[in-house]
T-cell receptor, first 110, second 115 residues
């Protein structure tokens, strides 16, 4: 079993839709959970991070961690064409190491 | 946030040759990381480079194949040696963020194709 699993998509939605992106992970000891956004031919950029369980909101983006089910989510409200990118979940495992999901490609159609 | 540049941005190389990728940061950082990103796969950490010490390699990556230099706090290089088509990938460097090691800033990547 991989340490973190993410559906690669692609996911195509109309503009204005609510988008839900998800990952599952295997180790219940993990505490730091991140979402990165990667535009085509660019490096990933940190979108949000969450420590332990709970929700964190930043504008149209909400990150959610459910440690009981080892499930992390990113919600995008009122999605825009500019949100079209690959979204990678990531988990800091300690020891200077972060593991990444495979990334979900999102297309938001105008 | 740190600004990171990489050279070259892309290259096409013949098998058996080597390519050195440069990573330059606009501020001093302790930890630098090198990743490989293959199509449809997750970012895979190759090694961690700490200035003044030998790089630490992840399982499956060896120094003879991916030698790394870290001569100062703003610069690092990764060499992909004796390349084969399986080395075709995007290579990314990153640095630790200001708020902690769970935050990383990435360079734009080097797209390598080996023929």
């Amino acid at each position: 079993q991989k340490e973190v699993e993410q559906d690669p998509g692609p996911l195509s939605v109309p503009e204005g839709a609510i988008v839900s992106l998800n990952c599952t992970y295997s180790n219940s000891a993990f505490q730091y959970f991140m979402w990165y956004r990667q535009y085509s031919r660019k490096g990933p950029e940190l979108l949000m991070y969450t420590y332990s369980s709970g929700n964190k909101e930043d504008g149209r983006f909400t990150a959610q961690v459910d440690k009981s089910s080892k499930y992390i989510s990113l919600f995008i409200r009122d999605s825009q064409p500019s949100d079209s990118a690959t979204y990678l979940c990531a988990i800091y495992t300690g020891g200077f190491k972060t593991i990444f999901g495979a990334g979900t490609r999102l297309f938001v159609k105008a | 946030s740190a600004v990171i540049s990489q050279k070259p941005s892309r290259d096409i190389c013949q098998r058996g040759t080597s390519l050195t990728i440069q990573c330059q940061v606009d501020s001093q950082v302790t930890m630098m990381f090198w990743y490989r990103q293959q199509p449809g796969q997750s970012l895979t950490l190759i090694a961690t480079a700490n200035q003044g010490s030998e790089a630490t390699y992840e399982s499956g990556f060896v120094i003879d194949k991916f030698p790394i230099s870290r001569p100062n706090l703003t610069f690092s290089t990764l060499t992909v040696s004796n390349m084969s088509p399986e080395d075709s990938s995007i290579y990314l460097c990153s640095v630790e963020g200001q708020t902690g090691l769970y935050e990383q800033y990435f360079g734009p990547g080097t797209r390598l194709t080996v023929t």
